[in-house]
């Protein structure tokens, strides 16, 4: 299995940025599709997006497309999501997560979060 530790969130005001970062522990990431979940307050976690193991095919929930990119360097186990444009709406927790089955919000391992609000 792998590990993996998010950070980059924190407090932005409508129509900025931030970056996430997702950090996998051992040397299997590259091997793994990866991808973005949210969860925002009393609410189902739901699918933001994700990349495949190579990097050439990514996939983004409607409400994000446009807005947020999902990349990932497989020499430093590494998978980020610049967000842009961001709105109040975008408030929630955001985890990382390997193996994620499209269509649905099931992954094979999870992060422990990042908390990211939007203010208006």
Avoid at 8 to 34: K, N, P
Avoid at 41 to 62: L, M, N
Avoid at 74 to 97: F, G, I, S, W
Wanted: charged share 15%; proline share 2%; glycine share 12%.
């Amino acid at each position: 299995q792998v590990q993996l530790v998010e950070s980059g969130g924190g407090l932005v005001q409508a129509g900025g940025s931030l970056r996430l970062s997702c950090a996998a522990s051992g040397r299997t990431f590259s091997r793994y599709a990866m991808g973005w979940f949210r969860q925002a307050p009393g609410k189902e976690r739901d699918f933001v997006a994700a990349i495949s193991w190579t990097g050439g095919s990514t996939y983004y929930a409607d409400s994000v497309k446009g807005r947020f990119t999902v990349s990932r360097d497989n020499a430093k186990n590494t998978m980020y999501l610049q967000m842009n444009n961001l709105k109040p709406e975008d408030t929630a927790v955001y985890y990382c997560a390997a193996d994620p089955v499209l269509g649905t919000n099931s992954a094979g391992n999870w992060g422990q979060g990042t908390q990211v609000t939007v203010s208006s």
